[in-house]
């Protein structure tokens, strides 16, 4: 499927795919680890379709007529591609995003919306996702919670809707407070999370599955 024959199919959609393969500096065609040739234009539909939820794989299939091991391997080979690209923006991206003057700033959008507390500067929880149930491990991976086989993650949102942190996946028999301790969160937390002006503990705000302490 080459670029000619995806702008035809895709003329409902507006400039902006093909401003997009600008800006990241795509290649004018996408070479997988198995030889399979894709436009540029294509591939990016393909990427970015995929992670448009719910969507799996066997959905793509009429779309870019292309069967299920050959969307995975061009959505595969575009995460490699962008990831080793522009990486670098991303680590930047990250400290900027908790720098002290933003975590400030967080502490303070939160208060003025109504938090009883002056310097929480975001909220903690755990995910379960579910998956299907294995053939091996079942124990390992079943939530007694939700009931379900899953995998785990935990997160700190930030007011500006963005994740400050990530831990994860982990099996889904973990508790919520057995992630925070082998996420090194608290850690980072004592280093990192303090006021410049007063040296007071800025926290994260959690529900009662989580321990009570000077940062949460």
């Keep these: ?13 507006k400039n902006d795919i093909f401003k997009l393969a600008e800006y990241i500096r795509l290649p004018d065609e996408i070479v997988t680890y198995n030889g399979l040739v894709v436009g540029l234009i294509p591939a990016l539909y393909i990427y970015l379709k995929h992670f448009m939820y719910p969507c799996r794989y066997g959905d793509m299939v009429s779309h870019f007529a292309t ?27 990250n400290h900027d995003l908790l720098s002290l003057a933003n975590l400030m700033l967080y502490a303070d959008v939160i208060y003025r919306s109504g938090a009883a507390l002056e310097k929480c500067r975001g909220f903690i929880d755990g995910t379960v996702q579910a998956v299907c149930r294995p053939g091996e491990n079942q124990r ?14 935990q997160s700190v949102a930030l007011p500006n809707g963005l994740v400050g942190h990530l831990c994860g996946p982990v099996e889904g028999k973990r508790h919520d407070s057995g992630m925070l301790a082998s996420s090194g969160l608290l850690q980072d937390l004592q280093r990192f999370s303090n006021s410049p002006a007063t040296g007071l503990p800025m926290c994260v705000y959690g529900d009662l ?5 000077a940062h949460l």
């Design 1 to 13: 499927m080459g670029n000619d024959q995806c702008k035809a199919e895709f003329r409902f959609c």
């Design 209 to 213: 599955v989580y321990p009570l302490r």
């Design 140 to 153: 390992a991976i079943y939530n007694g919670h939700k009931r379900v086989h899953s995998m785990k993650f």
């Design 67 to 93: 069967p299920v091991p050959g969307v995975c391997i061009i959505t595969n080979h575009m995460i490699d591609w962008i990831y080793s690209r522009w990486h670098h923006l991303l680590s930047r991206y």
